[in-house]
């Protein structure tokens, strides 16, 4: 069964929630979990991808930015997407940046939802929260 973790971030920051998506990802990525980055965008997706190589000093995510359909071969540990599902399962972990539920988060063990307190992302995220909780899934809050 799928375990879904909301992390909830106390300021109204868009880049306080990218950082957030890539020290999780970074953390991920050291415990060998393989993570597909589901973006909301292809600008946010290449957003994220920038961010990666400086979001802290010294610190290194393989990551790869793909197109639809291009991740089945993929074998960085961490993929970043947007628009449709990556058609690959061989990855544990899923960050949700997108503003709804992805149709194929269930084929990961775990999916990560990040909300800050802008007004409109945390009435999506209570969009997503109810969501999973009305189908049965395993719900974790950690407040940030």
Known sequence: VTQVDFYILGKDSASALLKTACRIAEKA????????????????????????????????????????????DATEPVIIGFGGDPKNDNWQLIINLADAVPEFFSRYERVIEIVDANLERRAQGRERYRFYKERGYQLNTHNI
């Open 29 to 72: 990525t050291k415990q060998q979990q393989h993570t597909y980055v589901n973006a909301q965008s292809e600008a946010q997706a290449r957003n994220f991808d920038d961010l990666l190589w400086t979001f802290s000093q010294g610190s290194f995510v393989p990551h790869r930015l793909v197109e639809i359909g291009d991740a089945q």
